[in-house]
């Protein structure tokens, strides 16, 4: 069988749009769809920092505009997940969940990152309706209400600081007394008079009616659990990032974000490119992951005019 010109490991807004670039060049990507096609975003509720979008839009109404779009183009989806890759042969070769070995000439990683989630009673259920991992993507539903984060470090500081823009109230859960945030973070967040701080404080059940109400917590000093009421549960515990198939195939930092030439998508391996929040650990948004999808594209795009 003929070599593929590109494969797309992975959905999201970063693959999908890689897609669109790939199928407008004519070169025919297949895209593997994953585990959780759409990522991320087919478990946001509302979207309302996507342009274009005036009035806001669902997270899995976004995603399949992208998919559409792309599909449109002439790229092929396959539903299915990669299991693991050969990048030491040319074509690369990749296998997925049912055994089969496909090849191509390059290779488009947009696999994404997961948010770390506390494995709590209604945690899961209640995602989109009350819980989320992403302050800045969620904090706009909270204008004048108070909520509730879990987290010690940096971004859990960051986090509880922007929610202020919106919320009145700000919790903080700490599970002992002291946090893993640096200095200038604790000390910002513990001026800002929106946030209030529980040590000893452990999160052990979201409860709610349609929407979260309340997070049980228990002391971890007492063992007593008492009810808080919010009106949001944000997790701000990290995230990481969906690459441990790449594990010893190509170059990724200490945190398992796959590393990437500066001001380009191209990696370790000539010919395959990475994008989305599978190398970004800062900004994790759907536009930003976009546009190196479409930088992505593009630089395969020129690989394969440079190599016919």
């Not at 693959?15 to 994953?34: C, H, K, W």
């Not at 959780?36 to 399949?64: C, F, H, K, R, Y």
């Not at 979201?206 to 007593?224: E, L, M, P, W």
């Amino acid at each position: 069988m003929q070599p593929k010109k590109v494969i797309i490991i992975g959905s999201g807004p970063a693959g999908y749009t890689a897609a669109i670039y790939a199928s407008r060049a004519n070169l025919e990507p297949v895209m593997f769809l994953g585990d959780q096609p759409g990522g991320q975003l087919m478990i946001t509720s509302d979207v309302e920092n996507w342009p274009g979008e005036a009035d806001g839009v669902l997270g899995p109404e976004l995603m399949e505009k992208l998919k559409k779009q792309a599909g449109r183009f002439g790229t092929e989806f396959i539903e299915d997940t990669i299991v693991s890759v050969d990048f030491s042969t040319n074509p690369k070769k990749v296998t997925d969940g049912h055994g089969n070995v496909h090849e191509a000439e390059t290779i488009i990683i947009s696999t994404g990152a997961s948010a770390k989630w506390l494995g709590i009673p209604g945690e899961k259920e209640f995602q989109g309706r009350g819980v989320s991992a992403c302050a800045t993507c969620d904090g706009f539903f909270f204008r004048g209400k108070k909520v509730v984060i879990v987290g010690g470090g940096d971004s859990a500081m960051e986090e509880a600081t922007f929610l202020t823009r919106f919320a009145n109230e700000v919790v903080v859960l700490v599970q002992t007394d002291k946090m893993r945030a640096s200095k200038i973070m604790q000390d910002r967040a513990m001026q800002n008079p929106k946030i209030t701080f529980m040590h000893w404080s452990e999160a052990v059940e979201i409860v709610g009616d349609g929407k979260v109400t309340g997070v049980q917590i228990k002391n971890s000093q007492t063992g007593n659990v008492t009810l808080v009421p919010t009106d949001g549960f944000f997790v701000a515990i990290g995230h990481e990032p969906n690459s441990a198939i790449f594990d010893g195939k190509i170059d990724r930092d200490v945190k398992g974000y796959i590393i990437h030439q500066p001001d380009s998508t191209k990696t370790s391996v000539d010919g395959v490119f990475a994008c989305g929040d599978v190398i970004d650990p800062h900004y994790r948004q759907a536009v930003t992951a976009a546009g190196t999808g479409c930088m992505a594209a593009l630089e395969a795009e020129r690989w394969l005019a440079n190599h016919e």
